[in-house]
Antibody, heavy 116, light 107 residues
Framework: EVQLVETGGGLVQPGKSLKLTCATS????????MDWVRQSPEKQLEWVAQIKDKSNNYATYYAESVKGRFTISRDDSKSSVYLQMNSLKEEDTAIYYC???????WGQGVMVTVSS | DIQMTQSPASLSASLGETVTIECRAS??????LAWYQQKPGKSPQLLIYNANSLHTGVPSRFSGSGSGTQYSLKINSLQSEDVASYFC?????????FGGGTKLELK
């Protein structure tokens, strides 16, 4: 059974940092391209970041709205992907989903609230 | 960035009816388009990829079509379990982008 479990969400003040972790199982993680997708309180979906696999040199891509502030990384030995979020803004408030869009694997999502 | 304009934003239809949701890209995305269904409180699930290929396990009443900048999702013979929000997403070029979504309700 495929499982993706996100942790690390919560309430954080603007300008602060937060790191999300996604632990996966049930599929060949090392071959998967992994994404983070977020959904705003208004229910809009936004693709946030992607990291490719080793054969693609772990290439990373970002949405313009998070470029320079967020960093996606992975640890194939732990079948995990991470999202380091710095300089958080109120508009980063959303449910963050760990997903492999190319494989249609999704986590249940974790809430991140940025508020003073 | 490629902008995805989805319409309508909301839709009310009767059981058994056929519904169509449209998605327009700001430039040619060469069929690099997926459709997702999201039910309340759940994660999105893939319905269609490559604009017109049905994902494994998805009922055949769902179909996708289109090319260039114009794409559509059709649901034949609407069922109660189809009440959900639907999103298009382009993966032709980075950054990948989603449409604004269509909320489908029963009339």
């Amino acid at each position: 059974e495929v499982q993706l479990v996100e942790t690390g969400g919560g309430l954080v003040q603007p300008g602060k940092s937060l790191k999300l972790t996604c632990a996966t199982s049930g599929f060949t993680f090392s071959n998967a391209w992994m994404d983070w997708v977020r959904q705003s309180p208004e229910k809009q979906l936004e693709w946030v970041a992607q990291i490719k696999d080793k054969s693609n040199n772990y290439a990373t891509y970002y949405a313009e709205s998070v470029k320079g502030r967020f960093t996606i990384s992975r640890d194939d030995s732990k079948s995990s992907v991470y999202l380091q979020m710095n300089s958080l803004k109120e508009e980063d408030t959303a449910i963050y989903y760990c997903t492999s869009l190319t494989g249609d694997y999704w986590g249940q999502g974790v809430m991140v609230t940025v508020s003073s | 960035d490629i902008q995805m304009t989805q319409s309508p934003a909301s839709l009310s239809a009767s059981l058994g009816e056929t519904v169509t949701i449209e998605c327009r890209a700001s430039e040619d995305i060469y069929n690099g388009l997926a459709w997702y269904q999201q039910k309340p409180g759940k994660s999105p699930q893939l319905l269609i990829y490559n604009a017109n290929s049905l994902h494994t396990g998805v009922p055949s009443r769902f179909s996708g079509s289109g090319s260039g900048t114009q794409y559509s999702l059709k649901i034949n013979s609407l069922q109660s379990e189809d009440v959900a929000s639907y999103f298009c997403q382009q993966y032709y070029d980075y950054p990948w982008t989603f449409g604004g979504g269509t909320k489908l309700e029963l009339k």
